[in-house]
């Protein structure tokens, strides 16, 4: 007898062999109702047979729930008007009923993705997880300590900024991509996975200016005038800590001079991707030293209404610094906690070397 954790996995894969089989078992359940109504309908009134339609709301497709329907509303009025007398009041459940039915099946009908609510979903789950486990930073070196933390606008749990990242040449080399498309929250997550998906592809084989040369191109592709992104490109050797930085309209990311003690504004500027065929790519070069650091953010950190984003990135070196005073780890969690709650996402990405 299969389990209940083998019936809810084929519920999820939406087949139409999983949906049939629903389907069966909440027609099964209105003729047992129906029985009951025509026995003792004080036990199981019209109104309750609502239950099995919005059961069917939430675990059928469209088409298998218009079925349902017909065999619900079928045996709900055969059972209702087969009580004599047929009163107001009756006549009265029965309208309001139909009301109802005509409701359910309206919000079903404007499912876009053709699947019922909770398995569309699932479905949008399984694609935040997979972008989440994409931008995962592989295991590295006992050196190097790499860490994250992103909000979505709002607080939402979609977001339009993701990472990419991929250890190359045999564990010597780290390539990672942070990105900012257009967008924000939940309007930018379409965007963000179907390019998420092309850079997964991309990163790793390819690099440097001829890596964002294809994210450009892809974009280009796009059919909209609005597909656009910033994004910053860091390939790093771990084994001497020599880094190269390409921005593409990105906000600069910082580099922490243990000497120092403080976080310096990096060079490397550039035109954001999907604009221009050829965008003007300027990189930056340097050495994590021990002890140092890059920070790498998006502009929801950084930008806010009625203030200059010199002056957002000034607050973020002064509260970076702040943040690392007890420790590298964790203090990009600080820093994320420190930004004020705004309509924008927000990520905060730290590579540092012991």
């Known amino acids: 007898m299969p389990s209940a954790r083998h019936l809810s996995d084929a519920w999820r894969s939406g087949t139409n062999r999983s949906q049939s089989r629903v389907l069966l078992v909440l027609i099964v359940c209105t003729m047992g109702?129906?029985?009951?109504?025509?026995?003792?309908?004080?036990?199981?009134?019209?109104?309750?047979?609502?239950?099995?339609?919005?059961?069917?709301?939430?675990?059928?497709?469209?088409?298998?729930?218009?079925?349902?329907?017909?065999v619900i509303v079928g045996f709900g009025l055969v059972a209702t008007m087969a009580q004599v007398p047929i009163t107001a009041s009756r006549v009265s459940a029965v309208m309001v009923f139909l009301v109802g039915v005509g409701i359910v099946l309206f919000v079903s009908s404007r499912q876009r993705s053709g699947l019922p609510g909770p398995l569309s979903s699932a479905l949008l789950a399984d694609l935040r997880d997979r972008l989440t486990a994409q931008g995962a930073i592989p295991t590295l070196p006992e050196q190097w300590h790499a860490q994250s933390a992103m909000v979505g606008a709002?607080?939402?749990?979609?977001?339009?900024?993701?990472?990419?990242?991929?250890?190359?040449?045999?564990g010597q080399r780290l390539e990672i991509v942070l990105v900012?498309?257009?967008?924000?929250?939940?309007?930018?997550?379409?965007?963000?996975?179907l390019f998420a998906g092309a850079l997964g592809g991309l990163v790793g084989t390819l690099r440097g200016e001829r890596l964002m040369d294809a994210a450009n191109e892809f974009l280009l592709r796009q059919d909209s005038e609005e597909t656009f992104a910033t994004a910053v490109h860091l390939s790093l050797d771990l084994s001497h800590g020599s880094y190269t930085i390409l921005s593409a309209g990105h906000p600069p990311?910082?580099?922490?001079?243990?000497?120092?003690?403080?976080?310096a504004v990096d060079n490397s500027r550039g035109l954001a991707l999907g604009v221009l065929p050829h965008p003007?790519?300027?990189?930056?070069?340097?050495?994590?030293?021990?002890?140092?650091?890059?920070?790498?953010?998006?502009?929801?950190?950084?930008?806010?209404?009625?203030?200059?984003?010199?002056?957002?990135?000034?607050?973020?070196?002064?509260?970076?610094?702040?943040?690392?005073?007890?420790?590298?780890?964790?203090?990009?969690?600080?820093?994320?906690?420190?930004?004020?709650?705004?309509?924008?996402?927000?990520?905060?990405?730290?590579?540092?070397?012991?």
Do not use: C, Q
């Not at 026995?39 to 069917?56: I, M, N």
């Not at 900012?180 to 930018?188: F, I, N, Q, R, T």
């Not at 200059?308 to 590298?328: N, P, S, V």
């Open 253 to 263: 990311a910082l580099s922490w001079s243990p000497a120092a003690e403080a976080w």
């Open 280 to 354: 003007e790519l300027n990189a930056s070069h340097g050495v994590i030293e021990a002890g140092g650091a890059l920070l790498f953010h998006t502009d929801g950190v950084v930008e806010s209404r009625g203030a200059d984003i010199e002056d957002g990135i000034d607050w973020l070196r002064l509260t970076a610094r702040e943040a690392i005073a007890a420790g590298f780890p964790g203090a990009a969690r600080r820093i994320i906690e420190r930004v004020k709650r705004g309509d924008d996402d927000r990520a905060v990405l730290i590579l540092s070397r012991a």
């Open 180 to 193: 900012d498309v257009m967008g924000k929250g939940v309007a930018a997550a379409p965007s963000a996975l």
């Open 33 to 70: 109702s129906f029985f009951v109504s025509m026995a003792r309908y004080d036990l199981f009134p019209l109104a309750h047979y609502f239950l099995w339609l919005l059961l069917g709301m939430v675990l059928l497709r469209f088409g298998r729930l218009l079925v349902l329907t017909a």
């Open 154 to 170: 709002d607080d939402v749990g979609y977001a339009g900024d993701f990472m990419v990242a991929e250890l190359t040449e045999e």
